[in-house]
């Protein structure tokens, strides 16, 4: 059952060995020469699943790899129980929504150490478990880069986010995302990202 199509895939609710799962997959695009096309489509295919798999040995929580096909240009993964943050972030009291920040940051944090690059940080790439994890999801546009430029351009994107889906918690929500940020990162390391998130909103 198809349940989002985007821009660079199509992802599927659909039963795996009995166990519920989500299929990424890359449809052909017919705008592209088809040898150019089959190369994006196969690279991202495997790049996607190496990085979650960094993302998750940092200790942010990704969805589970089941299965590469290549020659479908398709992932399986496990499907992640929960709601997005973008759902729930507005009904929290004020100390649940500080809380959910901090530890968003801290997980932003953990990848930035690691020079992963999300590269779509906003609160619909984020599924709140019933246990209370922050699990992150669509790692399409991911990439690695230790450099301040990218990671800047990381949280400028999910202080995006907020103003637009959360406007009314906005600055506190990601003053606390920063705080989270900084405890991961440390103090030096998060105001040089803050500093360059404000050279790119200039």
Same mark, same amino acid.
């Given at each position: 059952? &198809?349940?989002?199509? +985007?821009?660079?895939? /199509?992802?599927?609710?659909?039963?795996?060995?009995?166990?519920?799962?989500? &299929?990424? *997959?890359? &449809?052909?695009?017919?705008?592209?020469?088809?040898?150019?096309?089959?190369?994006? *489509? /196969?690279?991202?295919?495997?790049?996607? %699943?190496?990085?979650?798999?960094?993302?998750?040995?940092?200790?942010? %929580?990704? %969805?589970?790899?089941?299965?590469?096909?290549?020659?479908?240009?398709?992932?399986?993964?496990?499907?992640?129980?929960?709601?997005?943050?973008?759902?729930?972030?507005?009904?929290?009291?004020?100390?649940?929504?500080? *809380?959910?920040?901090?530890?968003?940051?801290? @997980?932003?944090?953990?990848?930035?150490?690691?020079?992963?690059?999300?590269?779509? @940080?906003?609160?619909?790439?984020?599924? @709140?478990?019933?246990? +209370?994890?922050?699990?992150?999801?669509?790692?399409? @546009?991911?990439?690695? /880069? %230790?450099? &301040?430029?990218?990671? +800047?351009?990381?949280?400028?994107?999910?202080?995006?986010?907020?103003? /637009?889906?959360?406007?009314?918690?906005?600055?506190?929500?990601?003053?606390?995302?920063?705080? +989270?940020?900084?405890?991961?990162?440390?103090?030096?390391?998060?105001?040089?990202?803050?500093?360059?998130?404000?050279?790119?909103?200039?």
């Amino acid at each position: 059952m &198809l349940i989002k199509k +985007g821009a660079e895939a /199509s992802l599927y609710l659909e039963k795996w060995h009995n166990r519920k799962v989500i &299929l990424k *997959r890359r &449809l052909p695009k017919k705008y592209r020469v088809y040898e150019l096309d089959e190369e994006i *489509r /196969s690279y991202r295919t495997i790049h996607e %699943p190496q990085i979650i798999q960094r993302a998750k040995k940092a200790g942010v %929580p990704t %969805p589970t790899i089941l299965m590469v096909d290549l020659a479908e240009a398709t992932i399986v993964m496990e499907f992640i129980n929960g709601k997005q943050i973008k759902q729930v972030l507005d009904d929290f009291s004020s100390e649940e929504r500080c *809380r959910l920040c901090c530890l968003i940051g801290k @997980l932003i944090g953990r990848l930035h150490n690691c020079g992963i690059i999300h590269g779509d @940080l906003t609160t619909s790439n984020m599924i @709140l478990t019933p246990d +209370g994890r922050v699990v992150f999801v669509d790692f399409g @546009l991911s990439e690695h /880069s %230790p450099e &301040l430029e990218a990671m +800047g351009v990381d949280l400028h994107l999910m202080k995006r986010a907020f103003q /637009s889906a959360h406007y009314k918690h906005a600055k506190t929500s990601f003053g606390m995302v920063m705080k +989270g940020y900084a405890e991961a990162r440390g103090t030096e390391a998060a105001k040089n990202v803050i500093k360059r998130v404000m050279e790119i909103e200039k």
